[in-house]
């Protein structure tokens, strides 16, 4: 089993910047894919970003230039550092890891991203 654990959402104002951070734990086999999605009220889930164990990055073209996706592999930790935020990308934020050799999926619980004056 996987477990991933999801930090630094909270409020900030438009324009401003949030740094999220997901700690994974547990059976993580090194060949995986990490990646961030959110989750508006009312809407489905959507990509935000993804990165490889090599650093491959795919961004949503939403986020493209506001965004940043990183990873540490000797801690298992992903980052996405996200500047000039807009109201619309207030939602919740989740992370999620795929185990290619079996693809299998882990998500985390989600960490609560508003974008408000």
């Known amino acids: 089993q996987v477990q991933l654990v999801e930090s630094g959402g909270g409020l900030v104002q438009p324009g401003g910047s949030l740094r999220l951070s997901c700690a994974a734990s547990g059976s993580i086999v090194s060949i995986n894919t990490m990646g961030w999605y959110r989750q508006a009220p009312g809407k489905e889930r959507e990509l935000v970003a993804v990165i490889t164990r090599w650093g491959s990055t795919n961004y949503a073209d939403s986020v493209k230039g506001r965004f940043t996706i990183s990873r540490n592999n000797a801690k298992n930790t992903m980052y996405l550092q996200m500047n000039s935020l807009k109201p619309e990308d207030t939602a919740v934020y989740y992370c999620?890891?795929?185990?290619?050799?079996?693809?299998?999926?882990?998500w985390g619980q989600g960490t609560q991203v508003t974008v408000s004056s």
């Open positions: 999620k890891l795929v185990i290619l050799t079996t693809n299998t999926d882990y």
